[in-house]
């Protein structure tokens, strides 16, 4: 039974802006805590941006202050509007949702969410 799914990945040039979107269909209030991933060819995962509930999010490093991640309850989504796009934000790019017990904000690890969405490519043209 598929939980997440995302889109809004796109093809864009250097610069331009993408909003990702993340569908919760089994919204639950674990799905208070959820995550945006991304992998790049031959790279690990990593975390891009997280939220609890309204009030905590995370940003990487690399992102901060491009990224910016939001949630419309009644809609069950959650978005990453992504601006000022550059080469190496290219990846594949995950939802994640339901923060397991036990840890500690921010969760940037794969293994602290319980649901995965299949993932939406994104590709930033120089």
């Known amino acids: 039974q598929v939980q997440l799914v995302e889109s809004g990945g796109a093809s864009v040039q250097a610069g331009g802006s993408l909003r990702l979107s993340c569908a919760d269909s089994?919204?639950?209030?674990?799905?208070?805590?959820m995550g945006w991933f991304r992998q790049a060819p031959g790279k690990e995962r990593e975390a891009v941006a997280a939220i609890y509930s309204d009030v905590r999010t995370y940003y990487s490093d690399s992102v901060k202050g491009r990224f910016t991640i939001s949630r419309d309850n009644a809609k069950k989504t959650v978005y990453l509007q992504m601006n000022s796009l550059k080469p190496e934000d290219t990846a594949m790019y995950y939802c994640a949702a339901g923060c397991k017990s036990g840890g500690s904000w921010p969760r940037t690890q794969e293994y602290e969410y319980n649901a995965w969405g299949q993932g939406t490519q994104v590709t930033v043209s120089s």
């Open positions: 089994r919204y639950t209030s674990s799905s208070n805590c």
